[in-house]
């Protein structure tokens, strides 16, 4: 499993795990970033930081 900002190819993946302060992973689930939903990298972080 990989953090998204690890990622190194564009394409669609689902979302496995949300970690993070409380206040992130809330906001991140009301714009629908969850387990099990899809989302598409339409572009790559230039390095590891994101």
Request: charged share 25%.
């Amino acid at each position: 499993m990989k953090a998204l900002s690890e990622l190194k190819e564009r394409g669609k993946y689902i979302i496995v795990q949300v970690i993070g302060e409380t206040r992130l992973v809330k906001h991140l689930a009301e714009i629908g970033m969850i387990a099990g939903k899809n989302v598409t990298v339409i572009s790559l972080a230039t390095d590891s930081s994101g």
